[in-house]
């Protein structure tokens, strides 16, 4: 059982550590902004933290009332995940309604300014 | 296109997307029927001709820069109208299916009931087959949903054949469901304290193209249109006194 959960402590470090790292790389190379890279860095290194240390594990599976210490480690990682998705969804809903009101705005300026081409043209026909 | 003259001023508003085989008649149909208004058709990025079909029938175009989807390019419109100065709207879809004969009758409702909000509706008639069997299901339903809501009964909560008055056009120039917007759009004017009333009308099968409502979508639709009608009775307080 120790093993099984030393095991399963060294794939959440390495998958934070990948997390991290990609993360890191990401912003290096522009693919991600600063801001919204904080969320993902948040979580790598908290797991990584909490992956390698046991004895937080233990308290925190007995704070949730669960005898597994790797069960604790997993709805830790799961809830973690789901704030960092909702927070970008909450992100997401914002840009899309900002880009909606942008492209009916750049509508309807394209359309006052061919308009005013238009009135224009005519004044100087006449 | 001309300024809006007088308080009685319309704008008819065209939604189309890919819609070159049937816009350009829809327009000839609309300036044979209310030949003093002017025709907007509101362009949702089509990759077709949509655009140029319109502008030869007559219409003013407005062209959206990226395909927006329903609510989007309607509310386009409506921004537009209202920045303009127009009294009142009504939409007719691109596709034909909406007959522009019904126009006079529809603004007659408008101005002369004092309702926010006017819905041609197929099914006042007493005739429940202008749609397919699936689709009068889906309308039935959401008649019964909509009853407790609305406190009183809508026959065709499904229509986008409507006209809006200038309040309306106020709060949907504001805020517009995206996605299927013709129930959530009731539900929103009437959690407002706003009127609307239904008026007979004809439809017609579509001229070319597809609905965007196809059966996979459907049950999409009502998940979603559910949703939407649920949040708007959460998000205005409909025990606001009425303003008239």
Redesign the interface.
């Known amino acids: 059982m120790i093993e099984r959960m030393d095991r399963l402590l060294n794939v959440v470090t390495l998958l934070s550590a990948g997390l991290i790292v990609v993360v890191l790389a990401s912003l290096r190379r522009a693919h991600i902004r600063v801001e919204y890279s904080v969320s993902w860095l948040a979580a790598g290194l908290g797991l990584l933290v909490l992956s390698r240390s046991e004895a937080t594990l233990v308290w925190l599976a007995g704070l949730l009332g669960v005898k597994e210490p790797s069960l604790a480690l997993l709805f830790v990682s799961f809830s973690v995940f789901l704030l960092v998705f909702y927070r970008f969804s909450i992100i997401i809903s914002e840009l899309k309604d900002a880009n909606i009101a942008l492209a009916q705005r750049v509508a309807i300026l394209q359309y006052e300014i061919e308009s005013l081409h238009e009135k224009a043209k005519a004044g100087q026909a006449g | ?1 001309r300024h809006p003259i007088g308080p009685d001023s319309l704008l008819i508003i065209v939604p189309a997307y890919n819609e070159e085989g049937a816009v350009g008649e829809v327009v000839c149909e609309i300036r044979q029927a209310m030949p003093e208004t002017p025709v907007l058709v ?1 362009d949702d990025c089509s990759s077709d001709c949509t655009a140029v079909v319109a502008r030869m029938a007559g219409a ?1 175009v ?5 395909h ?1 989807g329903l609510g ?1 390019c309607v ?2 419109g409506y ?2 109208a209202y ?1 303009l100065g127009y009294q009142y709207v009504i939409r007719v879809d691109g596709d034909g299916q909406h007959d522009p004969r019904d126009l006079p009758a529809i603004f007659r409702a408008l101005r002369e009931s004092g309702c926010e909000m006017v819905i041609g509706s197929r099914f006042l008639d007493g005739e429940e087959n202008h749609t397919s069997f699936l689709r009068g299901l889906g309308i039935r339903f959401f008649r019964l949903v909509l009853r407790p809501i609305l406190g009183r009964p809508v026959r065709d909560p499904t229509s986008g054949f409507v006209g809006v008055n200038r309040a309306a056009l106020e709060v949907f120039s504001r805020s517009f469901p ?1 996605e299927y917007p013709e129930i959530e759009a009731l539900v929103v004017l009437q959690r407002k304290a706003f009127r609307f009333l239904e008026v007979p009308c004809r439809i017609r099968p579509r001229r070319a193209g597809r609905s965007s409502i196809t059966a996979v979508k459907s049950f999409y639709y009502i998940i979603h249109v559910l949703l939407g009608v649920f949040v708007n009775v959460l998000k205005y307080d409909g025990r606001r006194s009425r303003r008239r």
């Open positions: 296109m509101i003013d407005l062209s959206l820069p990226h927006l989007g509310q386009a921004r537009l920045e995206l």
